[in-house]
């Protein structure tokens, strides 16, 4: 499974998941021009999309759920109480309501071929969560918009061979920053968003052998930036003997305004694949 970030921040959040076989968005809060450009660069035509899972309600994730259903009718999965939710929103217009599936957590399902699990996160929306791909070949998972993490979480994520883990906020940033108090309190709280000593505490405990890339994801844009949250991260791994030069995996982080891609796109692996094929 190859996972790559079309958009990843807190104004904006879209995640193409897929193989040659098999393509899909994690929610849709960019723009659909962004998201046709950000499947461009990965070399997937957008009408090649088979569903678009989403984690939850926030505008972040669906403002252009609506505008790309319209061009692409395709299905969305999400959990029931996230599906009202996203009917309710001002900003999905007029859409097929059958185009919407519901799903459940801890219920795997088989879609093209990948088994997709939706499990429980905690944040203050109607029913997050966080989704994990695997096919034959490898798993993947993206988690952002989560407070904290559980025995449970760190169980589910287990064995990825890619991992968006959210690295939202830097402590000191936040509570030195603008915003008003009940907001920050909302952030740090259990229901809230990860902070970057909090990611890297989280990734310490689901990096495994089969770990190959890794990116850190959902910065916000008033309360960090890429390079403290990777040395945050980096510092915080190596409190937990994991040394990014020792590592056969690679540590970014997703941009919020264009794509980042973790290694060749699934056609690409497809070329290199038929390359190899012919090989005597």
Known sequence: MYLGSIASGSSGNCIYVGNRDAHFLVDAGVSRKRIVEG????EVSPDRIQG????HEHNDHISSLGVFLRKYPVPVYATGKTIDAILA????????????????KDRPMDIEGVRVEASEILHDAADPVCYTFEDQE??????????????????????????????NHDLNMLMVGPYPYPLKRRILGNFGHLSNERAGQFL????????????????????????????????????????????????????????TLTGPSPLE????????SFVD
């Open 89 to 104: 929103s001002p900003c999905l217009g007029k859409v097929k309501k059958d185009l919407f599936c519901s799903i459940e």
């Open 138 to 167: 490898s798993k993947v998972a993206t988690a952002t918009d989560l407070g904290t993490f559980d025995d449970y979480l760190i169980d589910k994520l287990q064995g990825c061979e890619t991992l968006l883990v959210e690295a």
């Open 269 to 276: 692996q497809e070329e290199i694949c038929g390359q190899l």
């Open 204 to 259: 310490s405990k689901i990096i495994g052998k089969k770990c190959r890339h890794i990116l850190l994801g959902h910065l916000s844009k008033e309360n960090n930036y890429a390079d403290l949250a990777f040395e945050t991260v980096r510092l915080e791994l190596l409190m937990h003997n994991i040394c990014l030069e020792d590592q056969p995996f690679s540590l970014q982080v997703a941009s919020r305004s264009e794509p």
């Open 52 to 55: 678009i899972f989403v984690t």
């Open 39 to 42: 499947l461009q660069q990965m």
